[in-house]
Every structure is written in C-alpha cells, then in structure tokens.
C-alpha cells in the first residue's frame, strides 16, 4: 500500500456511501420531517451506513464468504487490509464470529464517548450483510443497481422500506422486525422465514 501523510478519506469511495448513508437512515426514520430518531444508545446508523457502502462495492462473481472492509485507502492499506472495524464483514462466521450479545455495550459515562455506535452498527450491518447473501443466493445478483430485480436489488428495497417502518429511535430487536414488517408489506411474507433465519443465526431468534 501507498503511504500519504494524511491519506484522504474523500477519495475513499466507501468512506463516502457510508456518510451519505447516514443521510438516507436520519432522514427516512420517523418519517421525512423529523431527524432526531436515531439518536438513542442502541441506535443502528453505523451499520446501515457500513452496509450501503458495501452494497455499492458489490459485483458480478462475488460471494458472501469473502471478507469486504471499510476505510482501507484512508488507513494506508491495501483493499485487503483490516480495514476500520473489528471484523471483516463476511458470511463466514469463523472470521466474523459476532452475534447479538456483542452488540451489549455499556452505556457511557463520559458523553464524548461514542464508540458504542459502532459495536452496535457492526453487528447490524454483520447481520444485513448476511442477510444480503441470503437474497441474492435465492434471487441471483444484478448489476443494475437503479432498476434491477436481483436479491440485491431486493434486499435494497426492503432496507430502506424497514427505515421507514420502524419506530422513532429504534433498537436492532425493532429494527429487524421492520424488516419483516417491510417484507410483510411488499410480498405478504415471502421470505419470513429467510429473515428470521438470518437473524437466529446471528443469536437474534424469537427470545
């Protein structure tokens, strides 16, 4: 990798889809006129905007199992480094082992302290990252991203349309039956049971 003295986080392209990322979840959660509903402890901003930034990486051939990092330009490292979280986000859960109870973080103490926001988004986006590669692993994937029918292009939709759904200020346990709600909604409950299977498997099952 090429060393900068300070490597610019603009012309990292997954540095970018994750900012404007939390754009699309502030201002679609509680509704267009309202930006104050994701501010809670168990707030899941960081993993949807994680998430978007590697749904906008994804390309023909790829798999679930190869492991897809985030803000390796701005680190110095190669697009195989480790990247800025404390995983690789992969399907394979013997190099991403995290399942809900790591997204437990105490509440801080001290109010500058917001490093809690990631653990929680990297479980959440862990989770929808899998969930990803169960849509496109029953739908195929389409590299039309505007107009496409692919399970990428479908678990896009669903998404944004659980954004909306949830409650204002959510937790992951609310956030994922928006999901389900949102899928409910659109298609009467055809993959109910793929999005709860999903989620069990991460340790977010019915209890």
């Given at each position: 990798?090429?060393?900068?003295?300070?490597?610019d986080?603009?012309?990292d392209?997954?540095?970018?889809?994750?900012e404007?990322g939390?754009?699309?979840?502030?201002r679609l959660?509680?509704?267009?006129?309202?930006?104050?509903?994701?501010n809670?402890?168990?707030?899941m901003?960081?993993g949807w905007?994680?998430?978007?930034?590697?749904?906008?990486?994804?390309?023909t051939g790829d798999?679930g199992?190869?492991p897809?990092?985030i803000?390796?330009?701005?680190?110095?490292q190669?697009?195989t480094?480790?990247?800025l979280?404390?995983?690789p986000?992969?399907?394979?859960?013997?190099?991403?082992?995290?399942t809900f109870?790591n997204s437990?973080?105490?509440?801080?103490?001290?109010p500058?302290?917001?490093?809690y926001?990631y653990?929680v988004?990297?479980?959440?986006?862990?989770?929808?990252?899998?969930l990803?590669?169960?849509?496109i692993?029953?739908?195929?994937?389409?590299s039309?991203?505007?107009?496409?029918?692919g399970?990428?292009?479908?678990?896009m939709?669903?998404?944004?349309?659980a954004?909306?759904?949830?409650?204002c200020?959510?937790?992951?346990?609310?956030?994922?039956?928006?999901l389900?709600?949102?899928?409910q909604?659109?298609?009467?409950?055809?993959d109910?049971?793929?999005?709860?299977?999903?989620?069990?498997?991460?340790?977010?099952?019915?209890?």
């Amino acid at each position: 990798a090429v060393t900068f003295v300070n490597s610019d986080g603009d012309f990292d392209n997954g540095i970018i889809s994750h900012e404007y990322g939390h754009g699309i979840s502030t201002r679609l959660a509680g509704g267009p006129g309202n930006s104050s509903c994701l501010n809670n402890y168990e707030a899941m901003g960081e993993g949807w905007s994680d998430w978007f930034a590697l749904m906008m990486q994804l390309k023909t051939g790829d798999v679930g199992t190869s492991p897809r990092t985030i803000a390796t330009f701005a680190l110095s490292q190669a697009t195989t480094g480790s990247g800025l979280r404390q995983y690789p986000y992969t399907t394979d859960m013997s190099v991403n082992p995290l399942t809900f109870i790591n997204s437990n973080e105490p509440i801080p103490t001290d109010p500058t302290n917001t490093s809690y926001r990631y653990v929680v988004g990297e479980f959440w986006a862990t989770t929808l990252w899998d969930l990803t590669w169960a849509y496109i692993n029953k739908y195929g994937f389409d590299s039309n991203i505007y107009s496409g029918t692919g399970g990428n292009n479908k678990v896009m939709q669903l998404v944004l349309d659980a954004i909306k759904l949830q409650p204002c200020n959510p937790g992951i346990v609310a956030g994922r039956d928006a999901l389900i709600a949102a899928d409910q909604a659109t298609t009467g409950g055809q993959d109910y049971c793929m999005i709860w299977e999903t989620f069990a498997r991460r340790g977010l099952g019915v209890n």
